[in-house]
């Protein structure tokens, strides 16, 4: 068995190796572009511009199956474009060949990218099969991946879905139902007038809708979202909180109390705990800067207190003013 792989491995490599050695000559590539390549295609080639890179798009995972040899060229417009010849290890065909080559391409395109290149590249990628079974017996087209065919040409690989929230206006976010919260607060999330626009909600039919679909957790997410949001506004959590809870159905404030009141005990302990912090470093620094006026070396002030050289030199510098 061993035996068997090795020689198998041994004329993969002699394929290879005579392969990328004929389409590395230019003059051979041309022809074989212009032979096998649509003719609309090889009119937009700019074979002057044709060069062989050493680049290859092929992954690590399909190295074992996969060589190629790539040119780079300009078609027509000053478009980038890749040749790429992409030469097949394998004796039997690959039913995803098509999924494989998009993946190949993807790569080639970040590559060229990663390259400081602003624009995508056009890469032209043909298979070189020399398989037993005859004719190659897959689909080209990637649709043929899918169980549905028919459905993936018509959803697959399309322009994707667009919501842009910057240019929706409110009555489009009425619209959405029990989706409007979300997009409504991420509307306006970027907004000063942030805070007002969510008051401005609150009462509003989707709103109470809404909170009325709510459990505990989920409306605290959605609470606490508003409160850091408008926290950053300069607005208090009382402020916060109390509008809100004004609006929500009865059913909702008990709920909505208990997390207020969760969300004000973490806001304490935070502010506890910055204190400590706060605190423990002044104490820190009191003693640096004792030990600096009993004459003590700024090396031996930091093996005390672990302040960095750059702060026990700036608090020396206070002591001189």
């Known amino acids: ?32 572009i212009r032979a096998n390549l649509p003719t609309r295609l090889v009119s937009l080639i700019h074979f002057e511009t044709l060069r062989l890179t050493n680049k290859s798009f092929v992954t690590q995972q399909l190295r074992e199956q996969h060589s190629d040899v790539i040119y780079e060229c300009t078609l027509e417009g000053g478009q980038n474009a890749y040749i790429s010849f992409l030469i ?3 004796s039997s065909a690959d039913p995803f060949m098509a999924f494989r080559f998009r993946q190949y391409e993807m790569e080639g395109m970040q590559q060229h990218l990663s390259q400081d290149n602003t624009m995508l590249p056009i890469i032209i990628s043909i298979c070189l099969y020399h398989g037993r079974q005859s004719p190659y017996p897959y689909s080209t ?9 028919e459905l993936a040409k018509e959803f697959a690989f399309k322009p994707f879905y667009l919501v842009d929230l910057t240019v929706m206006d409110e009555k489009t976010l009425e619209r959405q139902k029990l989706a409007q919260v979300m997009m409504w607060l991420l509307k ?10 969510v008051l401005r909600f609150v009462g509003s039919g989707g709103y109470l809708a809404f909170a009325k679909e709510m459990d505990k957790n989920e409306l605290g997410v959605v609470l606490e979202y508003i409160g850091v949001r408008a926290e950053k506004m300069g607005y208090s959590r009382e402020e916060i909180f109390k509008s809100m809870i004004d609006h929500l159905p009865e059913e909702q404030k008990e709920m909505s109390m208990g997390f207020q009141q969760g969300w004000f005990e973490d806001g304490k302990q935070e ?9 423990l470093q002044q104490g820190v620094r009191s003693i640096a800067l004792n030990l600096l006026k009993r004459g003590q070396t700024e090396e031996f002030v930091q093996s005390v207190t672990n302040l960095s050289l750059s702060e026990i030199q700036q608090l020396r510098l206070s002591l001189s003013k």
């Open 1 to 32: 068995m061993q035996q068997d792989q090795s020689f198998s491995k041994e004329v993969t490599h002699s394929h290879d190796k005579f392969v990328k050695a004929s389409l590395s000559k230019q003059v051979v590539a041309i022809d074989f």
């Open 88 to 90: 097949e290890h394998q």
């Open 141 to 149: 087209n990637i649709e043929y991946c899918f169980n549905e065919p």
């Open 188 to 197: 306006y999330s970027r907004e000063r007038n942030f805070f007002e626009a």
């Open 271 to 279: 502010g506890i705990q910055q204190g400590i912090q706060e605190g």
